[in-house]
């Protein structure tokens, strides 16, 4: 009885610890990805999936393991439309309400990613949103290192042709970009 | 337009940048959802067995519709696997009669082959989709005793199953099984394929 409690504690430690480091990025992450009603549920959702699984944590890629788990439960999400779980009564009784940025995507940018597939997109989210380097966004996608790099070069290529295209869209319609024009120049 | 720009220029459009604060780990909210996570875990043979089909105790119902995603990017789900979680538990214990009825309101519902097992994740190849999803492959997190919640001594890499869930949970009491020509018949009959 007494080993089985020291077992329980010691890996409630571990969840206690692995929380520590994921918790308010996993915010960040599904905040960024779904609408703020729903980020606690899946952000909860998230949480008890580590908790489930805290021995297939990798320990020296715990974030974006956490960030491919919470991926998974984003497209759930989504893939049902949905009919959802709120797992936690003590939680829904201190509401809070997640600040949501009113930073707008500039609208060439916005056309730029746009014209991109979902794929490349969220590539490109990993890397900049994230701040994540393609090892680690191998381990939020399931690829190996390599695929990534190969994927997230393509990415940035091909989004840097569609802003180009975006900026001469724009100055043929009249508008110019103040950066966009100095970047014009040779 | 080099890396560092584009990076840059990316990030500055990012909907929550990092300091935008969020619910810290200190907080009691945060406390709260630890200690229940825990705790649903330590109690779950008990919980899962009691909310099958319907919500539990502890997770009360709400129903979410994600009109709005689409405003970030909306994210990929075909090549997405669609995560269920297996209850555990007496499997006599508080059951529904199984009838062809019952079944059909159940969504998702699927057919697949076991391709992994791990002591916690069974990996299903999804070769037919009764309703509630496109994806090609579905992990069931799963605790001991899950087996026995779907009839069948062991999970087995190799061995088809059909499997229903509520909620992202997965059915038992015959709503989930080894698939034999018998039960995909009651299948059939339930989703009109």
């Not at chain 1, 959802?84 to 201190?94: D, G, I, N, P, S």
């Not at chain 1, 790099?149 to 295209?165: F, M, T, W």
């Amino acid at each position: 009885m007494h080993g089985d409690r020291s077992v329980a504690g010691a890996r409630s430690h571990r969840f206690e610890n692995l929380a520590s480091e994921v918790y308010e990025p996993l915010q960040r992450y599904v905040s960024r990805r779904v609408n703020p009603d729903d980020v606690d549920d899946i952000v909860s959702e998230t949480m008890l999936t580590l908790w489930r699984r805290l021995d297939d944590v990798p320990p020296n890629a715990r974030l974006p393991w956490a960030y491919g788990v919470a991926r998974r439960h984003v497209a759930n999400h989504r893939r049902f439309g949905l009919r959802h779980l709120r797992l936690l009564r003590r939680a829904q009784a201190e509401p809070r309400s997640l600040p949501v940025s009113d930073n707008p995507l500039d609208a060439e940018l916005h056309t730029a990613l746009a014209a991109l597939d979902e794929p490349d997109r969220e590539l490109l989210r990993l890397w900049a949103w994230e701040q994540l380097h393609p090892a680690e966004i191998a381990v939020v996608l399931g690829l190996t290192p390599n695929a990534v790099s190969i994927r997230l070069h393509r990415a940035k290529r091909k989004l840097g042709e569609n802003l180009q295209v975006a900026r001469k869209n724009e100055m043929l319609s009249g508008h110019s970009h103040p950066e966009s024009s100095k970047e014009e120049r040779p | 337009m080099n890396d560092h720009d584009l990076r840059n220029r990316l990030a500055a459009s990012n909907p929550m940048p990092p300091s935008e604060p969020v619910d810290p780990i200190t907080s009691n909210r945060a406390r709260a959802l630890m200690e229940d996570i825990m705790a649903i875990a330590t109690k779950e043979p008990r919980v899962k067995q009691r909310r099958f089909g319907r919500l539990s105790a502890v997770a009360a119902a709400l129903v979410v519709v994600v009109g709005g995603a689409a405003l970030v990017g909306s994210l990929g789900t075909s090549g997405d696997p669609l995560v269920l979680t297996g209850g555990a538990g007496d499997p006599m214990a508080s059951c529904l009669v199984f009838d062809v009825e019952t079944l059909g309101d159940m969504s998702p519902a699927l057919g697949g082959t076991v391709v992994e097992l791990t002591d916690s994740v069974a990996t299903l190849e999804v070769d037919r989709w009764y309703t509630g999803g496109d994806a090609e492959i579905v992990e069931i997190e799963y605790t001991p005793g899950f087996e026995a919640l779907i009839g069948t001594p062991t999970l087995e890499v190799g061995q088809r199953y059909l499997v229903t869930a509520t909620d992202g949970v997965v059915n038992g009491c015959g709503y989930s099984g080894v698939a034999t020509a018998e039960y995909e018949a009651s299948f059939e009959a339930a989703f009109g394929a």
